[in-house]
């Protein structure tokens, strides 16, 4: 019989994280990472903070991650993604983000009653879209453009979390997280912007219905995810009108050619930007 080991204590409110930094509560804490609400005292308000938790900390991977996250949010500048203040480097790294107000896409679509009205689907990835397309041009691509990745307050999207961004090319397999991953990441081949595209599409298919493109539908499904499977790899995405109906057919086709299995079938980010443009301006009209 194994012996599960305890996940390793969180800081405590009031104690240092790093020179400055005191802990207000843990925010989140991932297979990898922790996520602080933190007071600073040389800003005078709260900030995030995020560092290894401690049973990861002499792994190599996750420190080079959270280095490159931090210096990458430092070096970009765009209104839909967080800046960086700080990189404190060390024993136990840590990045010290703006304050993130609000709840995860994710969250807002657990909690809402209704589905999000189409003209909140368009302004959502029109913003996602904007991001995406400047860390494309920065020579960037996020590879994990989810619903738990994005910040959603007041109207606006904030895209969080670069931990795993990189330049196009050759990735591990699963590389990101398993419901939202392109065939090519679920594979480990060469990724491109395409590869956010379909994280772009699958954001929004779920915005738009309350599930999850790649999620299980079935119990034989269950069982295979529960196995590792990819089902992307296995079947194509659930019909749009099968779960929303009065969608407008501009938007359900651009989600549908987001989520071609091919990379060279899905459109670019810019014309994703675009159109759904043109489907606002067909609401208004």
């Known amino acids: 019989m194994s012996i599960q080991q305890a996940d390793p204590v969180v800081l405590a409110p009031g104690d240092e994280i790093a020179p400055g930094y005191t802990v207000v509560s843990l925010l989140s804490r991932g297979s990898a990472l922790d996520v602080y609400e933190v007071w600073s005292e ?3 308000c709260s900030c995030v903070a995020k560092t290894i938790r401690p049973d990861r900390v002499d792994v190599r991977r996750v420190r080079c991650r959270l280095l490159q ?4 949010l430092k ?3 765009h209104p839909h993604l967080p800046r960086a203040f700080e990189t404190i480097e060390g024993a136990t790294p ?3 983000l703006e304050t993130d107000v609000g709840l995860t896409l994710e969250e807002v679509i657990d909690e809402r009653l209704r589905r999000l009205p189409v003209a909140d689907l368009c302004h959502l990835g029109r913003q996602l879209a904007s991001a995406i397309s400047y860390l494309h041009d920065s020579g960037y691509l996020h590879l994990d453009v989810r619903p738990g990745n994005v910040m959603a307050h007041a109207g606006r999207a904030t895209l969080i979390d670069l931990s795993i961004a990189r330049p196009p090319g050759l990735v591990r397999r699963g590389t990101g997280t398993r419901e939202y991953l392109a065939p090519e990441q679920a594979r480990g081949e060469v990724v491109t912007t395409a590869s956010d595209v379909w994280g ?3 954001t929004l298919f779920e915005a738009a219905t309350g599930v999850a493109p790649f999620a299980p539908l079935d119990e034989s499904e269950d069982d295979a995810f529960d196995d590792g499977a990819f089902l992307q790899l296995h079947r194509s ?3 749009l009108g099968s779960l929303r109906t009065r969608l407008p057919r ?3 086709d651009l989600l549908s050619a987001c989520l071609a299995p091919e990379p060279v079938d899905r459109p670019s980010v810019r014309h994703v930007h675009d159109r759904l443009g043109d489907v ?3 609401l208004d009209a």
């Open 42 to 44: 040389e800003r005078l």
């Open 69 to 72: 996250e931090g210096w990458l």
């Open 75 to 77: 070096e970009l500048a």
């Open 94 to 96: 840590v990045v010290i």
């Open 200 to 202: 772009l599409g699958a």
């Open 237 to 239: 995405a659930p019909r």
């Open 250 to 252: 501009a938007f359900t």
């Open 280 to 282: 606002l301006s067909a």
